[in-house]
């Protein structure tokens, strides 16, 4: 009896030990976030609105958007234009297609890859994850937001981890000046994505 309380007393403190590494992961994370943002050199914002900016709005942070998603990959990948909040059309494929459980409901995205950019050894192994959701336009940017994954996450069972904490806004959301590729209507999650970055004011 007293070694199985033990033996829980232990495993309980692992299971905190890893939730606060990954608590202190996310927030290392918006740290950068805030640094690129608050850089002229880096920030996406205004002139103006930079030097009132002191900080992004973050969803609070919850594992439980930290999840892991069956990759089923397109077998013959067409390259398209995508369409932007521009005339610019970036040429992408459909790499595959997520499947997932959020809230106790069935989820599927399309994960796409940039053609243009995979030809720059730095990005190539960068997919591209763009969605709306139920808080889209009533706490999180009304035109979806973005989330990065890397081939190299993908698993030898046929998942990949998909961190919802790390979502964040297209730089559209911050200004007109740049082109930002449209969240396919198809990438819709039904129910609220109350993490990573909030709609900005």
């Known amino acids: 009896m007293k070694k199985a309380l033990l033996l829980l007393i232990f495993l309980s403190s692992v299971s905190l030990t890893a939730q606060d590494t990954y608590i202190k992961e996310i927030k290392n994370y918006q740290y950068k976030e805030n640094l690129k943002f608050n850089d002229k050199n880096t920030s996406p914002l205004t002139a103006k609105d930079l030097r009132k900016f002191s900080a992004l709005s973050f969803y609070k942070i919850d594992r439980k958007y930290k999840i892991v998603a069956k990759l089923v990959k397109e077998k013959n990948p067409v390259i398209f234009a995508m369409p932007t909040t521009t005339e610019r059309k970036p040429l992408y494929i459909k790499y595959g297609t997520l499947f997932f459980t959020l809230d106790g409901k069935q989820q599927q995205l399309n994960i796409y890859q940039n053609k243009d950019l995979g030809r720059n050894p730095m990005y ?62 198809e990438n819709h999650i039904s129910v609220e994505v109350k993490a990573g970055v909030k709609a900005y004011k």
């Open 124 to 185: 190539r192994d960068y997919l591209f994850l763009p969605f709306t959701d139920k808080t889209s336009g009533n706490g999180s940017y009304g035109g979806g937001r973005y989330i990065d994954v890397l081939t190299t996450d993908e698993k030898t069972d046929g998942t990949i981890n998909i961190d919802f904490n790390k979502a964040y806004n297209p730089y559209c959301a911050y200004s007109d000046r740049y082109s930002c590729p449209i969240t396919p209507k």
